[in-house]
């Protein structure tokens, strides 16, 4: 799964979302618009601390070490490690779209400030 999401597309929709975000921010702020600059910074900080920050610290680990299983040929034991997997990654993977909904929403909570 990681080695499938790393491409020209991925890096800079989620890395440098949180950058494009504060520069957003910044600029508001030094604009003398303070609400915008409230809420592009509140995004950026809900995204990189929640978003990206589960994502480097969490899921990826996870998929790195599932990876590195070999694929069992009995059904059962291909069965019983998925399921261990599985709802923990999906929780944490909720949470980071939860996180990143919001993120959403305060980035579009800025644009209407604007």
């Known amino acids: 799964m990681n080695a499938s999401v790393r491409n020209a597309v991925f890096f800079p ?20 618009r ?3 600059a409230f809420w592009f910074s509140a995004a950026a900080l809900v995204y990189l601390t929640s978003g990206l920050f589960l994502t ?27 399921q261990d997997y599985s709802q923990r990654w999906q929780f944490w993977n909720q949470a980071r779209t939860i996180a990143s ?12 400030r604007m």
């Open 101 to 112: 909904g919001i993120a959403l929403a305060f980035a579009g909570l800025g644009l209407v």
């Open 13 to 32: 929709a989620f890395f440098l979302t949180p950058v494009v975000l504060g520069l957003t921010a910044a600029a508001m702020r030094s604009d003398g």
């Open 56 to 82: 480097l610290t969490v899921n990826v680990p996870m998929n790195e070490a599932l990876a590195a299983n070999a694929i069992p040929d009995d059904i059962e034991t291909a069965r019983h490690i998925w």
């Open 34 to 36: 303070k609400s915008p």
